[in-house]
C-alpha cells in the first residue's frame, strides 16, 4: 500500500465497475472512498423533512437537487474527512457540481489531480446487466455469460441456495435508457475536465490482474507518483 494525498474522480457508465475499480483504487493508494450514493442512501434514513425529499428524488432515479448533494460534499470535505485524498464515485454529476467542487477544494488549499473515465465497451454493459442474476435471498450477484461468475447449480445461490432472479429493470431496453441519460449528463462533464486536462481515458473491458496493473501504471504516470 503506497499512501498518498491525491483528489481523484472516477466516471463510467452504469455497469462500468465504478464501485470496483474505486475499492481497488483507494486500496492501493490508501485514499477514502466517497460515495454520494453512499451518503444520501444513509442520510434519506433519518426522520426529517430533508431526508423525505432526498428519498422522493432518489425514488424517482431522479437527481437529488445540486444544492442539497454539493452541501453535503461541502461538509464532507471540510469536516477533514478525505484530508488525505479521496476518490469520488457518482460525484459530480452535473457541471454546477464539478465548479462547486473546485471552489471547496481551491477554499482549503486543495485540487483535483485526476479524472479517470473507465471506457468499457458498449455490448459488454449491455451484457453485464442482461445476463445478470442476483439471489433473492442474499443479494449475491451471478452473470451467465461470465464462466467465472455462473452459479454451480443453474437458478440457484452458491451461497445460501436462495433462488436467482433477474431484476425487472435489466432489461436492454431500460439499460438502454439509462445508458443515454448516463451520457446526456457525464458528456458536458468530461469535456469540462478534458479542457482542464485532467481527463485521462481508461479502457477496461475486462477486469483482470493485467487491467489492475494497467490501472496503478496510469495513476502513477498521471500523477508523478
Ligand atoms: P448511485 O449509487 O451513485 O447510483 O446513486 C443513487 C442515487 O442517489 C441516484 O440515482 C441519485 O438519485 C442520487 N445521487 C447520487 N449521487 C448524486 C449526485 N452527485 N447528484 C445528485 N444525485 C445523486
Redesign the pocket.
Known sequence: MIKKDKRIVLMGAPASGKGTWSKIITEKYALEHL????L??KFRKKDTALARKIGS??DR????P?DI?IGMVDDLLTEGEAKDGFVF??????LP?AEALDLILEHHGESLDLVIDLDVDEQILVDRVVYRRVCIDCGQPYNLKTAAMRPKVEGVCDQCNGKLIQRSDDTEETFMERLKAYHDQADPLLDYYEKQGKRVAFPCSEMTEQTRREMFELIEEKLSL
Open positions: 460515495s454520494t450514493g453512499d444520501l442512501r428524488y432518489m432515479g431522479a437527481l437529488v445540486d448533494v464515485d457518482g460525484f459530480p454529476r452535473t457540481q
